[in-house]
């Protein structure tokens, strides 16, 4: 099941539902399967391919996230292809500077790349494709493992000073490479020759991971000749070996080493690779000589020209001419007319088929020595060779096409060359075994002195002291390999690291092998009698279960259903290639294998290896194979046990089981909490609405499953505890049938965005909705018969929901006021609402005039929602309807007369719809009352008289008040003039006074 169940809507989840358990998904995603082992340092790849889209040529986006060791539960961005700023700061950074890549194959797939591996980088990486198609139908994630693992490569050269040889002189170079990791890897080492103004360096010749030897380009020639040679002497050292040096060799030399690990794809990947110090190189060519040369003698010479049989003959041959340096030559040995071998102009050698042999035995050996000096070695030598010999010279000019153009031939004087017989010198010095391992291999060395003739070497066993000898394998004169019957199963060979020495090697030997082995040698000589040598040795084959120990431990062997168990197998003795069996056995059952591990580090699976991971570290003294048991269940308890056994004969045998290892899976504790916190909540009709049911504590893992069941009771009716929907532990929904709840059931979501939350999404509300819902959440866990088990029980909080239509927003003035007009005016009467309600509302309006206090109210017209009209006054009155305004409503009067005064209000309803009843009135409210009052036109003009004697009045009430105030100040100066008795004042008047027209300074 997994972590997140949120779809867009009942169709998705139930098609995703069905697509869980049909097994037939049609979308797969797909990554290279790990563990993958990467060096600290190295470049990282992972190929991500997706099928099953039905775009298979558009582009598809991928991303790439991954989870560490440290934190398995933190899943941290890396990049996408379709998202720039996608990954985390770290990652982004290492993004935009290229060290981090997605690069596009094709249209399904894409190429993640990391430049340099980070420790940091160790963890499990998954790989999404994107889904742009709506539905879900399959995989679209996949995951793998890497491992970053510590650089133990080293390389080095044994030279690295600059060397200068001649052309035809010889090359060795050795090479140190070896590597301390402790996975299974494998080793190729490759000598390289970068030439100057060439951009890439040519392989001379390697040795592969599987150790096959293979030329480089333009060196097929000389390693099938024998001239270029790779050899591996013991566990790390790698020599170079070049007979003859050409002019095309100059360059720098250096030798490469690669680590092969094969990844669980059964695929070999490069995990590191180094080179080791250069050495540059200078061959000194032979000059080209002129076509034209005066004269070309040519001398033979023997040393010794007699000697016996078994001796080393040397027959050199001299060029005499000018420019010789300069020139190119084919010389040739002849013996009567019979060419024993011939070296080309540019230095290759040819051996006569009746020479081949020897040639391959090292008997016959041919190399130019100097500029003027070729020489022919023969050792041993027989009575055959006796003869003559002469000496061929053919001048070879280069062409235009530059191929050589053979010139006339010129011969040497003859030489005469007496081999006579010798008595037998023939001995045998055998190496002594003594004991070896069973399964090990078995080498015996087999040296031959004093030499004369052809040899061959016949190894035999006696198995008893009483038996004879049996042949195990010979080898003839002419080098041709028999084995005998009984051992032709077997791996055996003989091998010749040199002319004299013949080695015995016999793979995974048996307690049959033991016995005494004999190395039995046959030398035959032309016009001689065959002599015969042999020489045993005693070979004690020690039983490997003698040697060998193996022991199960675990830190803990009670573990809780879901926790991780790790089993240590730790196998001590001998380092062989031994193959490793985990089984299990449950109750009194034949014991059930989980896997077979084979030596070549392939393995073979019986459990599912979901549940499983298998690690290998290897030690100084002991090997431990880990087997990690992912998320126990019941299933996994019981008894383990590994098994370590050996293929000797293509037959497996079992050298040690260890001890059996109770494991107990115990149940977890039944500490299943819900979130018991009782909800309020409040929605609009229409809204959307979101249910929590919340696991605050329980047991988690992989065998740990959770049923989830929604109830619900209504507020106004009898529905209790209905069951609503059912998310069972298999991931399973169901709508239980209740007629009374199937619209609600329509309209139910269920999303699961983490493991323990568990939401329920109510579409569009309903008043109906109203009411208490809580859940509750089983918890189930599999038994050791793969049952399904009820472990816990709980149920969460109430949660209360109240849906409402909306709120009360309606809003009228109540103001009271009074309004006089006349009969020649018409008369208004306004209502106005306050506050906008919602776009959705409609108003019903309603006028009402009431005469007098103390009479009835009486509706004169209303205006319904759907815009109808309805005059209810019933008297001839003229109306006027007008609503300019969705707040303003106003009804006119035309001309009204006295009998329309009086106390008039509006009434407003405010309806809405109601996704379950149609529409609805939610609100009414009256407006304040207006007092109208309706004059006559007598009543006016008296108004109007009534005004101009008031304004009267006050004009007389004034001028009576300015007259007082004239007599008064008349009164105050008649008293001012008695005062002052005869003295003649000044007149106010100005015929009297005359005016000063001079100003005093003091004015």
């Known amino acids: 099941m997994s972590d997140i169940l949120k779809f867009q809507d009942s169709d998705d989840f139930i098609c995703v539902l069905s697509l869980l358990y049909s097994g037939e998904a049609r979308v797969n995603t797909e990554v290279q399967a790990g563990p993958l ?262 001398e033979i010479s023997a040393q010794p020209a007699a000697l016996q049989e078994g001796q080393e003959l040397l027959l050199s041959c001299d060029i005499n001419t000018e420019d010789v340096e300069k020139r190119f030559f084919s010389v040739a040995w002849l013996k009567g007319r019979v060419e024993l071998a011939r070296i ?3 230095g290759v050698l040819t051996v006569a088929p009746e020479y081949s042999v020897r040639e391959k035995n090292g008997e016959l050996r041919a190399a130019r020595s100097g500029n003027r000096n070729y020489r022919l070695i023969l050792k041993p030598v027989k009575t055959e060779d006796q003869g003559e010999y002469i000496c061929t010279v053919w001048s070879q000019e280069r062409g235009q096409d530059d191929a050589f153009i053979e010139g006339e ?17 023939l001995s045998i010095k055998m190496q002594q075994a003594g004991n070896v391992t069973e399964g090990g291999g078995l080498h015996l060395s087999c040296k031959v002195d004093g030499v004369q003739g052809q040899l061959s070497v016949t190894w035999q066993l006696k198995s008893a002291p009483m038996a004879s000898f049996t042949d195990i394998i010979s080898i003839s004169q002419e080098g041709v390999t028999e084995i005998a019957e009984e051992f032709e199963s077997r791996k055996v060979r003989v091998m010749r690291p040199t002319t004299h020495n013949f080695t015995l090697e016999l793979d995974e030997v048996t307690l049959s092998d033991s016995g005494v082995y004999q190395c039995a040698v046959s030398e035959r000589k032309p016009n001689s009698k065959t002599h015969n040598q042999a020489q045993t040795t005693t070979v004690t084959v020690t039983s490997i279960d ?135 909540l409040t929605a609009k009709e229409g809204e959307e609405v979101e249910l929590n049911c919340s696991i605050t504590s329980g047991a988690s893992g992989s065998s740990v499953f959770y049923r989830v069941i929604w109830y619900y009771a ?44 568990f939401y329920l999404s109510i579409q569009k509300a309903h008043e109906e909705d109203n009411g208490t819902y809580w859940c509750q959440v089983d918890q189930y866990q599999l038994d050791n018969e793969a ?39 018409d008369l208004t009467i306004p209502c106005n609402i306050n506050k906008q309600s919602s776009h959705e509302s409609k108003f019903q309006v309603t006028w009402f005039w009431q005469k007098e206090i103390e009479t009835k109210q009486r509706p004169i017209f209303t205006v319904y929602r759907n815009s ?96 007082l105030v004239l007599l008064l100040l008349v009164v105050t100066m008649c008293r001012s003039k008695g005062s002052l008795g005869n003295k003649s004042v000044p007149s106010l008047w100005g015929e009297s006074v005359p005016m000063n027209t001079n100003r005093s300074g003091d004015d």
């Open 546 to 680: 003698t040697l060998m120990g193996v022991s199960l431990i675990s830190r803990k062997s009670r573990v809780t259903v879901g926790e991780k168990l790790e089993l240590m197998c730790r196998v001590r003795g001998p380092r062989m290639p031994v193959t490793v069996t985990w089984s299990v056995q449950r109750d009194a059952k034949t014991p059930d294998t989980i896997l077979t591990l084979s030596p070549n580090g392939t393995i073979s699976w019986s459990a599912d290896q979901n549940h499983y991971q298998l690690r290998v570290e290897s030690r100084k003294t002991e090997v431990i194979y880990y087997l990690l048991v992912i998320g126990t269940s019941h299933r996994e308890g019981g008894n383990y046990q590994c098994n370590v056994s050996v293929l000797l004969k293509n037959v497996h045998k079992e050298l040690k089981a260890s001890n059996q290892l109770a494991v107990i899976v115990n149940n977890p504790a039944p500490n299943l909490r819900l979130d018991k916190k009782e909800q309020q």
């Open 868 to 963: 109808t009209l309805q005059d209810r006054f019933g008297e001839n009155v003229r109306l006027k309807y007008d609503h300019p305004d969705p707040s303003q409503f106003s009804l006119t009067f035309l001309n009204p007369g006295p009998e329309n005064s009086g106390l008039y209000f509006c009434e407003v309803e405010e309806w809405l719809p109601s996704l379950s009843r149609g529409w609805r009135k939610v609100a009414m409210e009256k407006s304040g009352h207006l007092n109208v009052s309706v004059l006559t036109e007598g009543d006016a003009k008296a108004d109007s008289e009534c005004n101009t004697r008031t304004y009267i009045i006050i004009a007389i009430v004034i001028l009576i008040v300015l007259v």
């Open 714 to 757: 209504a507020n106004s009716s009898s529905l209790k505890n209905a069951s609503l929907l059912e998310l069972d532990h298999t991931g399973l929904v169901s709508y239980p049938d209740n007629k009374d709840i199937r619209g609600l059931q329509e309209r139910l979501r269920l999303s699961r965005p983490t493991q323990k939350s």
């Open 37 to 298: 082992y990467r060096v600290l340092g190295s470049p990282l790849y992972i190929t991500c391919s997706v099928s099953g889209f039905r775009s298979e040529n558009t582009d598809k986006h991928f991303e790439f996230r991954m989870t560490r060791p440290s934190n398995p539960n933190f899943d941290i961005q890396i990049i996408s292809s379709h998202e720039d700023n996608f990954g985390y700061s770290n990652h982004l950074i290492r993004v935009r500077k290229n060290e981090i890549a997605l690069k596009r194959l094709s249209p399904n797939s894409v190429h993640f790349e990391i430049q340099h591996l980070l420790k940091s980088d160790e963890g499990e990486y998954e790989c999404t494709a994107v889904n742009l198609e709506g539905a879900y139908d399959g995989e679209y994630s996949a995951k793998t493992v890497v491992k970053v693992i510590e650089d133990s490569l080293s390389v080095s050269s044994s030279a690295s000073t600059p060397l200068s040889l001649n052309e035809g002189e010889a090359l060795t170079l050795t090479c140190l490479a070896s590597s301390s990791t402790s996975q299974h890897t494998h080793l190729s080492v490759a000598w390289y020759l970068h030439k100057d103004g060439q951009e890439d360096a040519q392989p001379i010749i390697s040795l592969n991971r599987d150790f096959t030897l293979s030329p480089g380009q333009g060196f097929e020639r000389r390693y099938q000749a024998g001239l270029i040679r790779l050899d591996k002497w013991g566990e790390a050292s790698y020599s170079l070996k070049m007979a003859e040096v050409e002019p095309s060799d100059q360059g720098r030399i250096y030798c490469q080493a690669q680590e092969w690990i094969q990844d669980p794809d059964g695929s070999w990947y490069i995990i590191i690779q180094k080179n080791a110090e250069e050495m540059t190189l200078t061959v000194k060519a032979t000059e080209v000589v002129e076509p034209s040369s005066p004269s070309l003698t040519v």
């Open 344 to 346: 080309g102009p540019t």
């Open 787 to 825: 049952h399904w088990q009820l472990k816990a029980s709980d149920s969460g909080g109430a949660i209360k929901l109240s849906v409402i239509v909306t709120e009360n927003n309606l809003s009228i003035p109540k103001e009271e006021a009074e309004m006089n007009t006349s009969r020649n005016q």
């Open 409 to 425: 031939p010129k011969d040497s004087s003859p030489q005469r060359v007496s081999v006579s017989a010798t008595e037998n010198r």
